[in-house]
């Protein structure tokens, strides 16, 4: 290798980011982080998927759906994701996250965040649901379900919106390629 080459590819040092996934249970969070982290493990990049929930079996066990419980559940997951962050991996954060503050306070605390607001609206969540948690929602068998009778604070500025109920997984998934290579958290070519 060219003495120079050498030095840029030594200088190059992958920053870590954390790449967070919000919105409505059922718009499409799990779906597109891990679509995003095939595509980002097949070009050679360290990823972890912190997926809502997988932490609430395990991470955050035993927290439940107040808004005290939901935002503890928030920190814990940041400060994993937060370590991770600092040690150059890339990580996809899929949770609900309903709260405004605790998305922010965990921004601040991360510093490399990308906020990507999964975004359908609630008929089309509904009609998907895919765990069949509306449903039970609905019949009042689950209290405090997001969108039903619980509060979904929408990102105000984020770094992508996916609009999913408009366009399809793999459009989702190169806006959020695109916009990670714009930030330089990634270099790799984007369809
Ligand atoms: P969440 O993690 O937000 O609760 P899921 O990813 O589990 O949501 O479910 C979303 C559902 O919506 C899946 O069944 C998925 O196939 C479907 N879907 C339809 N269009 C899209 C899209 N453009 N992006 C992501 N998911 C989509």
Not at 32 to 54: F, N
Not at 60 to 79: A, P, Q, Y
Not at 86 to 111: C, F, H, M, T
Not at 115 to 133: F, I, Q, S
Request: aromatic share 6%; charged share 30%.
């Amino acid at each position: 290798m060219q003495s120079r080459k050498l030095e840029q590819a030594m200088e190059y040092k992958q920053p870590g980011v954390t790449v967070w996934f919000t919105g409505l249970s059922g718009a499409g969070k799990t779906t597109i982080s891990r679509a995003v982290e095939k595509a980002l493990t097949s070009h050679g990049y360290k990823v972890e998927v912190l997926d809502g929930d997988v932490v609430r079996q395990n991470l955050t066990k035993g927290l439940g759906f107040s808004k005290e419980d939901r935002d503890e559940n928030i920190r814990r997951v940041g400060f994993v994701a937060n370590l991770l962050t600092r040690n150059q991996v890339i990580v996809l954060v899929s949770a609900i996250s309903p709260y405004q503050e605790i998305r922010e306070e965990v921004r601040q605390k991360i510093g490399n965040f990308v906020e990507v607001y999964v975004n359908a609206p609630l008929e089309v969540c509904e009609e998907r649901d895919v765990k069949g948690l509306y449903k039970r929602a609905r019949s009042g068998e689950i209290k405090n379900f997001t969108g039903i009778d619980d509060p979904y604070e929408s990102p105000l500025n984020p770094e992508v919106e996916c609009r999913t109920d408009l366009e399809s997984l793999e459009e989702s998934v190169s806006k959020v390629l695109a916009r990670l290579q714009e930030l330089r958290f990634i270099k790799m070519e984007v369809d």
